[in-house]
């Protein structure tokens, strides 16, 4: 029973992998050219610091993800991959949000600041933002899941009831 249940925590943890590696990588392969009037621009994620943290902190998550899968079942450094999945978890959840935020200003713009969305303009780097995020997104979901069974399989709440 426990190698089910060895081998089900390896495959959901490659699935956090492959969620914040596709991420990092369509954000990276994010860029396109455009003409608006006579003005020619190029979109790019390395143009914005909130896409930057995102694609970084995503490849950084990948890491830790792949490094995780090798770890033994009887290591004592399973206590270590709480606290480090909760600080991955807040630091996906960190730079979706200021991702995401910068994404909803190139798409709709703001008419206060008088900042005009530019995903009319530049259509494939807004579907690649989009992508990216999506993935970045499920990424967040699967380490939050993984912490919660992490906290109820290493510290065993129920256990400590019966004390």
């Not at 490849?59 to 991955?88: C, E, H, N, Q, T």
């Not at 730079?95 to 600041?113: F, H």
């Not at 699967?142 to 400590?160: E, G, R, V």
Request: charged residues 10%; aromatic residues 12%; hydrophobic residues 55%.
């Amino acid at each position: 029973m426990t190698k089910i249940k060895r081998l089900g925590l390896i495959l959901v943890r490659l699935a956090a992998f492959a969620a914040t590696l596709s991420a990092t990588i369509v954000m990276a392969t994010s860029h396109e050219k455009a003409s608006f009037l006579t003005i020619s621009f190029e979109a790019k994620y390395s143009q914005t610091p909130a896409f930057k943290y995102f694609m970084i902190a995503n490849a950084i998550v990948s890491v830790y993800g792949f490094l995780v899968i090798f770890l033994p079942a009887k290591s004592l450094l399973w206590r270590l991959v709480i606290a480090m999945d909760l600080v991955f978890a807040m630091l996906l959840s960190s730079s979706i949000s200021a991702a995401l935020a910068i994404a909803y200003v190139g798409k709709k713009g703001n008419t206060y600041a008088g900042w005009l969305p530019i995903c009319g303009q530049v259509q494939n780097y807004c579907d690649h933002v989009k992508g990216a995020l999506v993935a970045g997104f499920i990424g967040v979901i699967i380490y939050f899941l993984l912490l919660m069974h992490a906290m109820h399989t290493i510290l065993d709440p129920l256990l400590l009831k019966k004390t």
